[in-house]
């Protein structure tokens, strides 16, 4: 064992008498709002969602994609009447090996999530309605895409133009240091698009700083099936 | 009811979650104004850090000899660093805002000396010598666990010790020669 298994007790004692400013008498109150906001993957939207859902078997073809409110497999929940009333706004067409979910905001019905995901979407999401536990958990080939839907915004600068299907180069790229990073391996495209007369954000995600092009097509795939009705 | 239900289900995680940082909350600043300097980023990394762990804490295990203190260290320093890195600024700018406000201090002259050559040693450190010094001497951590924490092999917290012990006991030698 060399001298330095032990503490040094002279630095320690030097280290302990070093000024640690107050701490604000906010700290732990600010802390708990920003919990309890839990903005899902993007800063400043301050929904929540309430997960709707009904077994992703009732997804069969696109006309039923539309008009059915699709679920995760396993942890279905029936839609609340109030709910399943209302027109779906997106959907992704099902694919093999990809899951997908729904979910609404409950403050404002209108506003509608869909996930789609290429691994198990992680149990606390299937309970909260948001990915974020799924998307922390990605692995290196791990794609979760996350759409969501407006009518209207506040601003609509920066939201593009688009037409369908949406791809990967719509968006931008960020892989390190990002607001909101799930997972310091977690890379992201973020998609802002007006598209068929409604506002889309969609945020790609990857378990990987550098996703490959394989990931990045089958990404492109997977928003491909992203379908989004007129407003 | 199941909003209540998860409404509940919310509040017993929170408070499960304050009881375990409350009680490691004086180690934890500490240790993140000591490895960040900056006040202000401190603190927002020490929020930043919590939450994460808020969110992590479900998934959390003591498999592996895990500790909640040291899982939450981890946390910490990670989320310092990160923040490090986006401040982007040289050592001397770091050693500048490292420097102890001993305006409040009335302790002997060579006190306020020492504790503002060390905090300029400090900061003249690696960020990853400044985080063993301050988890091995700081904290009283042993070597496995800061090398747990720092997600590194324990021959190089040894390492990393060496040479940020030599730099604080240059500082502190030379104080008492005054």
Redesign the interface.
Known sequence: M?E??H??D???Q????????A??AE??T???A???R?PPLRAGRGLRV?AARRPLASILVTAVVFAAIGGVAGGI?APRAKEASLPPVLAFAPASGWNTAQSRDPSNPQVEFVWAANVPFAG?DS??GEP??TA??LGPTGILVYASSLPTVPDATGYRDLRTPLTLSDGDFFSD?YENQPA?NVSKYMINAHVNGRYVFVEVLFGTPSPSAELRQAADEELARLLVPGA | M??ET?SRQ?EDA?TTF?SLV?SRHDDL??FA??LVGD?DRA?DA??DA??KA???L??FSHANGGSETGWLFQIVY?TCV?HL??LRRDRRSLARELE???GD?KGPEN?VI??AS??AA?AGLSAEGRAA??L???Q?FD?ETAATILGIPRGTV?SR??VA?SA??QE?GDNNDR
Request: zero cysteines; aromatic letters at 6%; charged letters at 35%.
């Open positions: 060399n330095s298994e503490r040094d002279r630095i320690a030097a280290l302990a008498e070093l000024h640690v400013p701490e604000s700290f732990f600010e802390l708990r920003r919990a309890e839990r309430l929940a606390d309970v909260t974020l536990h922390t958990a240091q310091p | 199941r909003t998860r919310s929170w304050e409350r600043r500490r104004h000591r006040p603190e020490l929020q919590y939450l808020y969110r992590a479900p998934r990670r990160d890195r986006r102890d406000p001993v201090a006190v020492a504790r060390v905090s400090l010094v301050l091995v001497d700081g009283g070597y040894a010790l060496s012990r604080l006991r502190l």
